[in-house]
């Protein structure tokens, strides 16, 4: 594995999502990865906890997917978005399509989780408008959710940081309350088992104030991922359904985590057996090999935006790069080592064992929560005197420094191991996770 040199000027660029001053001051470099370990410019290894941003289910540079990119790179590196399509496009998009609930049927690619919810919402209005009710404007969306950064997105998005700076975002939106109580749900396994209905009476006074006719859709995502895996009480998201149904509002699940296995499912809508309207998704899709997401849309509501449009474009957006032809042939790739590695079973069969594993950081220094489902895994650290956000992000070093990638968010902590791993890399990520916590101690 090749490993590079630490570049003389760190200053042109500039991270995301990063302080940048702290990791200036001391880089992680990355320079190579293969399965479970990256390798960084300093030659050391270090184990993915993390899949990558959530995102490399299978692990690094799998083969499949490495070898269909360089096939697709020698035979047809882009063709026109608009207009045009590459005959793998709809083959992909049925290989995804087969994996949602029946009624969900139409696949649109995007670049990223963000793109993907962008459109949705997008889709959401335009479809309202095809039917003659565009009244419906008005998004909700839920307290510490994250669906990514565009203005649409960050709008139905709650998590502080990411909204403050950036003005009101689109007008109209709610957001549903946090359903999540850290004083009566600490160290649940799981579901909380707790009436759902706690957080959705919210819902039901929102509709109330505003009347259904102005609302276009609720948007959740199934766990809350970014803000350090929370997740809601059993029947909170088929109560979602239900109530949204009734009043005529879509439901929107952006599974950009949650789809492609984390839960042990194709995507959350299976997990907990309800059908949406819309669905974000993106990393999964492709082992995040080459940028790419998409939104798949109900039958109904492709077939209100297409027959609204006799003739002529009939949903006015889309991307340079959509269904770009190497995110594609990483995704065709993707979907064939999931289907041939029974990976959502192989979840299914290790989230018990993981659940055991990660509780039993339960008593080590700082830790006042545990969460998890299926591969994913939330802690919460008790903060520093210095201020909130340091101790999680202490960790994080710490945690590096000792040989394992994980996430931080303010003082949540987030594991999601490759899906494919064995009980021997999670007994690692969990047993690394533990060293770390006893040497912040
Ligand atoms: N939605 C959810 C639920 C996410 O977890 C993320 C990314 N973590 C996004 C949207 C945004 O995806 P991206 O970073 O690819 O734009």
Redesign the pocket.
């Known amino acids: 594995m090749s490993t590079s040199p630490i570049p003389n000027d760190l200053s042109a660029y500039w991270l995301p999502f990063t302080a940048n001053k702290a990791f200036k001051a001391a880089p992680r470099l990355i320079t190579g990865a293969k399965g479970q370990f990256y390798t960084t410019a300093d030659g050391r290894t270090v184990r993915d906890g993390f899949s990558g941003?959530?995102c490399s289910i299978l692990g690094h540079g799998h083969p499949l997917v490495t070898e269909a990119i360089i096939r697709q790179a020698q035979a047809l590196d882009y063709s026109p978005a608009f207009n045009f399509a590459t005959p793998a496009a709809f083959e992909l998009a049925s290989r995804v399509a087969a994996q949602f609930p029946a009624g969900l049927e139409h696949v649109f690619f995007t670049n990223?989780?963000?793109?993907a919810?962008d459109t949705a919402l997008k889709m959401a209005l335009t479809h309202h408008r095809a039917r003659g009710e565009g009244t419906r404007t008005r998004f909700i969306g839920r307290v510490n959710g994250?669906?990514?950064?565009g203005f649409g997105?960050l709008s139905v998005g709650g998590m502080a940081n990411n909204r403050k700076f950036f003005g009101p975002g689109l007008p109209g939106v709610d957001h549903l309350p946090f359903p999540y109580d850290p004083t009566l749900d600490a160290f649940t396994r799981g579901e909380p088992q707790r009436d759902p209905m706690l957080y959705l009476k919210e819902l039901e006074a929102i509709i109330a104030l505003h009347d259904a006719s102005t609302i276009a859709a609720v948007i959740v995502?199934p766990m809350i991922?970014?803000a350090g895996v929370f997740i809601p009480p059993a029947g909170y998201l088929q109560k979602l359904r239900e109530i949204s149904e009734r009043h005529g509002i879509l439901l929107i699940l952006?599974e950009?985590?949650t789809g492609f296995g984390r839960l042990g499912a194709a995507n959350g809508a299976s997990f907990f057996g309800i059908t949406p309207d819309l669905c974000?998704m993106?990393?999964g899709i492709n082992n995040a090999a080459i940028p790419m997401?998409a939104v798949i849309a109900s039958r109904q509501i492709y077939d209100t935006i297409l027959n609204a449009t006799p003739t002529g474009v009939e949903f006015f957006h889309g991307y340079t790069y959509s269904a770009h032809p190497l995110a594609v042939a990483a995704g065709l790739a993707t979907q064939q080592a999931i289907h041939e590695e029974g990976l959502y079973e192989h979840v299914a069969r290790l989230a018990p064992l993981f659940e055991e594993m990660l509780h039993s950081l339960r008593g080590e220094p700082y830790v006042t929560d545990i969460r998890n489902l299926g591969l994913a895994g939330g802690l919460t650290l008790a903060p520093h005197p210095d201020g909130p956000g340091l101790r999680g992000y202490q960790l994080f070093v710490k945690a590096y420094e000792l040989g394992v990638a994980i996430r931080s968010n303010g003082d949540t902590i987030a594991i999601a191991p490759i899906l494919n791993s064995n009980e021997e890399d999670i007994a690692q990520v969990i047993e690394l996770v533990r060293r770390a916590l006893r040497a912040l101690a």
């Not at 990223?112 to 793109?115: A, I, K």
């Not at 994250?146 to 950064?149: A, L, N």
């Open positions: 941003l959530w990223s989780g963000s793109e919810v994250y669906h990514g950064v997105g995502e991922g970014s952006d950009v985590i974000t993106a990393k997401g």
